[in-house]
């Protein structure tokens, strides 16, 4: 399969905090829809999320077929400017994306 | 993937099957597997105990952001935010979804309990967000209606 995933990923900091927001291009289908014959289209979601600054691992989040389509993420880690931050996700049919950023 | 995954559970259950002899029992086999992945638990209390959580107290340190009105339910954005220390790991439930499992964020070192996602919603339903801090679960919940026909409301 050679679809492609974009992954976009913005880091910013203030006051010591570190706000890291993302964004993957993922049609996320929860195998409970049916195209126009009545078949089930299979579950297609991304099930783990790996976000690292400075090759520490700040955040693993699992997620389920619940989580949007396009998934956005956001959360904030104390840190500073100059850190490489690192997101890399693995979706339930082994691809594989990720995205790094230095925080300004 | 999926294929490896499903013939270890397939195996999984018909050894622990035919290890207990009926039909019924691989019944069971099967709730344990559920039990495994909490994604795959298709009610709110099954869920709860597949990610092991017994009980939960409710907590006005943690907030669960969201609309009173999904315009969209495709698309409901979500936060869960904690005031709480020592915050491991912060859970978000949506009780009325077909899997309510929605997604778990292990927190790391250094980073804040908050937590902003975006979610599928079925139906009109409580969001619940469950936050460890020590050992201990704590959680908040906020209703979500959803209108459909995209009106708006």
Redesign the interface.
Same mark, same amino acid.
């Given at each position: 399969m050679a679809k492609k995933f974009k992954t976009r990923l913005k880091v910013k900091e203030k006051d010591g905090r570190v706000n890291v927001k993302a964004i993957v291009s993922h049609p996320m289908l929860t195998g409970l829809t049916k195209d126009k014959k009545g078949n089930k289209i299979p579950e297609f979601f991304i099930q783990e999320v790996v976000i690292t600054a400075n090759d520490t691992v700040i955040m693993t989040a699992n997620w389920g077929p619940a989580v949007s389509k396009d998934p956005y993420i956001s959360l904030d880690y104390a840190g500073k400017s100059g850190d490489v931050v690192k997101l890399a996700w693995t979706d339930n049919q082994d691809n594989k994306g990720e995205a790094e950023k230095k925080v300004k | $993937? &999926?294929r490896r995954k499903f013939l270890k559970n397939t195996l999984a259950i018909t050894a622990t099957g035919a290890a207990l002899g009926t039909g019924l029992v691989s019944g069971t086999a099967l709730a344990k597997e559920e039990k495994a992945n909490p994604?795959k638990a298709t009610s709110l209390e099954e869920a709860l105990k597949a990610a092991g959580i017994t009980e939960h107290e409710e907590s006005d340190k943690i907030t669960v952001k969201a609309p009173d009105l999904a315009e969209n339910a #495709? *698309? *409901?954005?979500v936060e869960v935010n904690s005031s709480l220390e020592d915050v491991s790991e912060i859970r978000i439930f +949506?009780a009325e %979804?077909?899997?309510p499992? #929605?997604? %778990?964020? #292990? $927190? !790391? =070192? !250094?980073? =804040?309990a +908050?937590? &902003?996602?975006?979610? &599928? $919603?079925g139906k009109s339903s409580d969001v619940i967000g469950v936050v460890k801090s020590g050992d201990k679960y704590y959680s908040a919940k906020k209703a979500v209606k959803v209108t459909k026909g995209g009106c708006g409301g």
């Open positions: - | $993937m &999926k994604f #495709a *698309v *409901v954005p +949506i %979804n077909p899997t499992h #929605a997604a %778990n964020f #292990a $927190m !790391g =070192e !250094g980073s =804040e +908050i937590v &902003k996602c975006r979610f &599928k $919603m």
